[in-house]
C-alpha cells in the first residue's frame, strides 16, 4: 500500500518553529472558518490568516450543518464568536446528487448488506447553486439555537480560477 | 457587531495567484488528511502539502467518525485512498466531558427549552487519551465498511511545542 511521507517536509517545518509555540488555544480573530476540504484551497493563505487567529472547520462543501458539532466546542468553550463560511467555484458538491452517490457505493459493493444498509439513509449534502448554499448555510447558522447570536455571521465564494473571495451575505 | 476584514490579504493573495487555476478537482497525491480545527495547527505547511495535493478535513479533535462523509465523497467520486489521522497535544477536546459542555450550553440558555432538547443527546467527542483517540480513529476507519480498504490509514500525533510530527499507528 501507499504511503506519504511527512518526515522530511516536517523536519524542515520543525526547524524554523519559532515562537509559535507559544501560542495560546483561544483563537485570537474569536473567527471561525468553515470552508471545504477542496485540495486547491489554502485559507490561511486566501484570507491571510496567521497561526493562533482562527479555527478553520474543513469538510466536503464546507457545510455549516456538518461543522455544528465544532462551532459549539469553539464557541462555548474557546470563545469565538464570528463565521465566515466560504464555498468555492468548481466545487465536488456541485457535480453530482445524493442519490447518485448512495448508487454508487451500493453497487460497488454488491452483496455487501452493511454497505447498502450504512449508504442507505446517509445525507451526502451535494447542491446545485453555489451562491444559494451559501445563503442557506448562512441562514442555518442565525437560525440554529445552539450558535452564539452576539456574532457576526458572513458568507463567501471563493473563485479557484483567480484566488478572489466574494462576499455573498 | 464586529467582522474581519478579508479584502487587503485576499488582493494580494490574487495578485500572484499565477497558474494555480490550472490546477484539477482531484487531489493529486491521492491523500485526505483529517485534522482538528485548532487555530495553532497550520496542515499544509507542518506537512509540506502543495496545493492540489490533498483534501483536508478539520474538526474539532480531527475526529475521524465527524470527517465519514466527506472521506466517501472524496474517495468514491474524486480517486483519493489514503487517510492520515492528526490531532495534537494541548488539544481541546481533552480539556471537557460531554457532559460538562452539554451543562454549561444548557445553563447558558436558561429557559429555551430548544437548546436544552438539541443538546440533550449530542456527541461532542471529547477524548481523556490523545495516543488512544488517534489509534481509535485508525481503527473506526478500518473497521467502516464504507471506507476503502485499498488505502493505507496512518494516525498521528502533531506537537503543539515543537512543530514535530509523530507517527502513532
Not at 518526515?7 to 524542515?12: E, H, M
Not at 497561526?51 to 465544532?70: W, Y
Amino acid at each position: 500500500m501507499s504511503k506519504v511521507d511527512f518526515t522530511s517536509a516536517n523536519g524542515q517545518y520543525a526547524a524554523t518553529f519559532g515562537d509559535r509555540a507559544n501560542l495560546g488555544i483561544p483563537p485570537s480573530k474569536k473567527l471561525i472558518v468553515v470552508t471545504c476540504m477542496d485540495a486547491r484551497l489554502n485559507p490561511s493563505d486566501f484570507l491571510g490568516l496567521k497561526d493562533g487567529e482562527a479555527h478553520v472547520i474543513r469538510n466536503a462543501g464546507g457545510l455549516a450543518k456538518d461543522a455544528l458539532r465544532s462551532i459549539i466546542i469553539s464557541q462555548r468553550l474557546l470563545g469565538t464568536k464570528d463565521i465566515a463560511v466560504i464555498h468555492h467555484t468548481n466545487c465536488g458538491m456541485l457535480t453530482f446528487t445524493d442519490s447518485t452517490l448512495r448508487s454508487k457505493v451500493t453497487e460497488a459493493h454488491s452483496g455487501d448488506a452493511r454497505v447498502s444498509e450504512a449508504v442507505k439513509s446517509f445525507e451526502f449534502g451535494a447542491f446545485s447553486e453555489l451562491d444559494k448554499s451559501v445563503k442557506d448555510d448562512v441562514s442555518y447558522l442565525k437560525e440554529n439555537p445552539l450558535v452564539l447570536k452576539e456574532g457576526n455571521i458572513s458568507g463567501w465564494v471563493y473563485e479557484v480560477e483567480t484566488g478572489k473571495i466574494r462576499e455573498v451575505v
